[in-house]
């Protein structure tokens, strides 16, 4: 049972990545996903998460409008998009699934995922 994150790298700002995490050993559906990620020397903090059937359901303030998460239950994977990047995004980022279909107010707490990827750093450039 494993999530394995990939597409990680450094880019100037303003560059796009995206970032995958697939899952092997158990099924995404119907828990909800979520990107977290950590710069140094802060707390890992939610970036966005997704519910099946429901779409996105959170983004942080920061990322609003450059940051897209999407599923392929079919390749039972969770992406995330990120556009328009700035320093400030750089960390590293860790996907995470819940076996729960989690709410607003559960969604962004990292205790409330049962399995997590490895990390993929990402650095922005200025």
């Known amino acids: 049972v494993q999530l394995q994150a990939s597409g990680g790298g450094s880019v100037e700002t303003g560059g796009s990545l995206r970032l995958s995490c697939t899952a092997s050993?158990?099924?995404?559906?119907?828990?909800?996903t979520a990107w977290f990620r950590q710069a140094p020397g802060k707390e890992r903090e939610a970036v966005s998460c997704?519910?099946?059937?429901?779409?996105?359901?959170y983004y942080t303030e920061s990322v609003k409008g450059r940051f897209t998460i999407s599923r392929d239950s079919a390749k039972n994977t969770t992406y995330l998009q990120m556009n328009s990047l700035k320093p400030e995004d750089t960390a590293v980022y860790y996907c995470?699934?819940?076996?729960?279909?989690?709410?607003?107010?559960?969604?962004?707490?990292?205790?409330?995922?049962?399995?997590w990827g490895q990390g993929t750093q990402l650095t922005v450039s200025s």
């Open positions: 995470a699934a819940s076996r729960r279909r989690l709410i607003s107010s559960t969604q962004t707490v990292l205790t409330n995922y049962d399995y």
């Open positions: 050993g158990f099924t995404l559906n119907p828990g909800s």
């Open positions: 997704i519910r099946p059937n429901s779409g996105p359901t």
